[in-house]
């Protein structure tokens, strides 16, 4: 790789990382886990740099890229959680605005992953139905029904937790 396209791939990773982060907790809600995708993704974008480097969406391109690697590190046996009878102590409850988030991220590490990738894709990273589906690589009926499905199984999951 030539240097000057050394610096344009240093220069955007560098711009993009906490965007890319965010949305890979999103997706997976734990901040190791999330890591581990975007330094894939990075990788990934990285052996591809020369070719799409010019590209107009760029973002799409390096979104798609962080959305299937999560979705093949799911599929991925050892990534499986063991569910467990003791839980870790809980700290102090923090103030009423960040439990309110953490309620939210609770209620949408529920959806299944599709679902999930959908609506973190359409309200969260503001994507119209046309770039989400060619992210997940489906029809746009595909990313509407899966939009629609997770948000109805958030609503109903939110009217069920206690104020």
């Not at 560098?14 to 999103?26: D, G, K, Q, S, W």
């Not at 975007?38 to 969406?57: D, M, P």
């Not at 899966?146 to 999951?157: F, M, N, P, V």
């Amino acid at each position: 790789m030539k240097r000057s396209d050394e610096a344009g791939y240093r220069d955007y990773v560098t711009c993009r990382m906490e965007v890319l982060r965010r949305t890979a907790y999103l997706l997976c809600r734990d901040w190791h886990l999330a890591d581990d995708l975007v330094s894939i993704t990075i990788g990934k974008l990285y052996w591809h740099w020369h070719r799409v480097a010019g590209v107009e969406h760029l973002d799409a391109y390096v979104r798609r890229i962080l959305v299937r690697t999560w979705l093949d590190e799911k599929d991925r046996p050892w990534r499986r959680e063991e569910p467990t009878d003791a839980l870790p102590d809980v700290p102090a409850a923090p103030a009423h605005r960040v439990v309110e988030r953490a309620g939210l991220l609770d209620l949408l590490a529920t959806l299944a992953p599709r679902q999930r990738a959908a609506v973190v894709l359409r309200l969260y990273c503001d994507l119209s139905v046309e770039e989400t589906a060619e992210i997940l690589g489906c029809s746009a009926g595909t990313v509407k029904s899966q939009t629609a499905r997770g948000l109805d199984t958030l609503r109903a999951r939110a009217a069920e937790v206690p104020d």
